[in-house]
């Protein structure tokens, strides 16, 4: 069982930055693939970034590339994203996401991921 929470989010105006975390329970979060989805209102909620469990082989969905970074502290048992350059577009509740999966390619589908966070919103004024 893996239970997550996310922070970091709030409100900023176009161009502004943000970092959300998202802290796991759990003595075996090092397995565990992660990844940040999000959900706009009216919208499915789709998938952001995703990372493998050693951290390397970022993902990230083309309309983020460039402006954010997923990152992971496995001695923390946390993991980030990174938000620069933000557009009202990106206005969403995001989520992150665990997925055990000791190889080194993160999934990018929603039914990949097994456990879920409560998500935290994110706001981009223009």
């Known amino acids: 069982q893996v239970q997550l929470v996310e922070s970091g989010g709030g409100l900023v105006q176009a161009g502004g930055s943000l970092r959300l975390s998202c802290a796991a329970s759990g003595r075996t979060f090092s397995s565990y693939a992660m990844g940040w989805f999000r959900q706009a209102p009216g919208k499915e909620r789709e998938f952001v970034a995703a990372i493998s469990w050693s951290g390397t082989n970022p993902t990230y969905t083309d309309s983020v590339k460039g402006r954010f970074t997923i990152s992971r502290d496995n001695a923390k048992n946390t993991i980030y994203l990174q938000m620069n350059s933000l557009k009202p577009k990106d206005t969403a509740v995001y989520y992150c996401?665990?997925?055990?999966?000791?190889?080194?390619?993160?999934?990018?589908?929603?039914?990949?991921?097994?456990?879920w966070g409560q998500g935290t919103q994110v706001t981009v004024s223009s």
């Open positions: 996401a665990a997925d055990y999966n000791p190889n080194d390619t993160p999934g990018r589908g929603r039914w990949e991921y097994d456990y």
